[in-house]
């Protein structure tokens, strides 16, 4: 398996916690909850749980075997999996939809540095709700400081990208991921404790079908690839750091498990305290940094000292998801360039450092100085998030099931199943089916239904 001695993972949960790692991140923190709150709440919940079964976990499995099977990053995979034809379109398309989402994913990522500096300087203490939404729209909109974080965050990324997989990647998701569990939990109980927290729950629990329509569907989907980080060969790349005995079903439901519950506990710590302020749940991606710092306020008034140190671990922890997850897709693009233009790896690295650099500081601008340029009414930083997360990735989901599910040689995707015949494989006929029929199905008609086209 490991023919040019490729860089590997160093165990199965190293496996897991970096794939995990690369999952759980200010998608399932930051944007779950303001996209559920954007699109009515607990019935984008069902939907987005049914893409997460559905496409999700299939599509993952099928970046996990074509990552494993051409030992590549996905940028090469599909010219040693298909030599000679066009599907190397879908890996580059893949890096290319990374580099986009590091580039505004960095923006939000530094805003985590900036909330942890508030922390730790004690500047929560003694705010109201109203106070903590000027803070935010004064440091967001502030030309320089978010600036200062975002190049930040970069280096930081950079920093553990030039250092390899398994000492940088691994290491780094083994003991983060656990504190950043253990934390959640704890948020969840204050939250929900807090007064007036039963009309969040019930935002969470309580459907409301009548306000489902295409642009849910194409936000639930858009936001499972997104969560899942799928569609863009982020996964599959990972997958050529595997070793051959890793169970690749078994590590996509672990993934497609811990993500999910992530996501729904970070909605158990948003929207309870939200309306337990009066927040709207709608206010969008300053959601979090808004709601937050409340709740850490609130749950802990008698006990200011429990305040301070849980709001310090939590945007601690936050950042350090972020940083595994900017570190997946940096990876993508820097493995690219390395493997296929031949650039040492920190020549690549430097490249697309810089590069995210250049297209952050436009997406960091357009939430303050440059807001009013849009495009389709969105400013940079929504358009680069549109674009990605509703139109690339799922686009890159649809043509990879189609990949692996009619033209990939059924042998290789058994034998990746089964590792070679040891596994019993049991779940290979449910796999193709659902990546030749349902899969391109629905991501079609969801994409016909909402963009048809662009109305
Ligand atoms: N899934 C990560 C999160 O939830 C973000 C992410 C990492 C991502 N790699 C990706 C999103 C690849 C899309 C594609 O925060």
């Given amino acids: 398996m490991t023919k040019n001695k490729r860089a590997n993972f160093g165990s199965k949960l190293g496996v897991i916690l970096a794939s995990a790692g690369s999952a759980v991140g200010l998608g399932n923190i930051w944007r779950f909850p303001y996209e559920t709150g954007n699109h009515g709440g607990a019935a984008f ?69 900036e909330y942890i500096f508030e922390a730790v300087t004690n500047s929560f203490s003694g705010k109201s709700a109203n106070d903590f939404i000027d803070s935010f729209n004064s440091f967001s909109g502030n030309p320089w400081k978010p600036l200062i974080w975002l190049v930040l965050f970069l280096l930081a990324t950079h920093f553990i990208i030039v250092k390899g997989v398994e000492k940088g990647i691994e290491k780094s998701s083994k003991i983060m ?11 969840v109980g204050c939250s929900v404790s807090l007064p007036g927290a039963e009309k969040g729950i019930e935002f969470l629990l309580k459907p409301d079908f009548s306000k489902v329509n295409g642009e849910v569907f194409l936000g ?25 005995n890793t169970n690749l079903t078994k590590t996509a439901f ?66 350090v998801a972020a940083l ?16 296929e233009f031949k650039l040492t790896r920190g020549r690549a690295a430097t490249l697309v450092t810089s590069g995210c650099i250049f ?10 100085a440059t807001k009013e ?27 990879i099931s189609i990949f692996t599910g009619w033209y990939l040689d059924k042998k290789i995707v058994k034998s990746e199943i089964t590792n070679n015949g040891q ?33």
């Fill in 45 to 113: 919940i069902l939907i987005y749980l049914g893409c997460i079964i559905l496409l999700g976990l299939p599509i993952m499995i099928s970046e996990f075997l074509i990552g494993r099977h051409s030992q590549k990053s996905t940028g090469g995979a599909y010219s040693v999996l298909a030599p000679g034809t066009q599907w190397k379109w879908v890996g580059r398309m893949g890096v290319l939809a990374g580099f986009l989402i590091l580039s505004y994913y960095s923006v939000v990522a530094g805003w985590t540095l």
């Fill in 373 to 399: 340029y849009t495009l389709f009414g969105l400013n940079t930083f929504d358009l680069f998030d549109f674009v990605t997360a509703k139109i690339m990735l799922p686009l890159g989901g649809l043509l």
């Fill in 177 to 187: 991921m656990p504190a950043l569990f253990i934390l959640i939990i704890i948020l």
């Fill in 220 to 244: 639930a989907m858009g936001q499972a690839f997104f969560s899942l980080s799928l569609g863009m060969g982020c996964l599959s790349t990972y997958a050529s750091y595997f070793g051959k």
């Fill in 423 to 455: 596994l019993k494989g049991s779940i290979y006929v449910y796999l193709i089916f659902i990546l030749k029929y349902i899969a391109p199905v629905a991501i079609s008609f969801i994409f016909i239904n909402e963009l048809g086209f662009l109305k």
């Fill in 254 to 319: 672990s993934v497609g498990i811990i993500d999910t519950i992530v996501a729904i506990m970070a909605g158990f710590i948003i929207f309870p305290a939200a309306f337990s302020v009066g927040i709207q749940p709608d206010a969008g991606p300053s959601l979090i940094f808004i709601t937050l710092p409340n709740v850490f306020q609130q749950a802990f008034s008698g006990a200011p000292v429990l305040a301070y140190i849980f709001s310090v671990m939590f945007y601690v922890l936050l950042a």
């Fill in 359 to 368: 297209l952050g500081i436009f997406c960091s601008l357009s939430m303050g």
């Fill in 324 to 339: 595994t997850s900017t570190i997946s897709m940096h990876e993508v693009v820097t493995a690219y360039l390395h493997e």
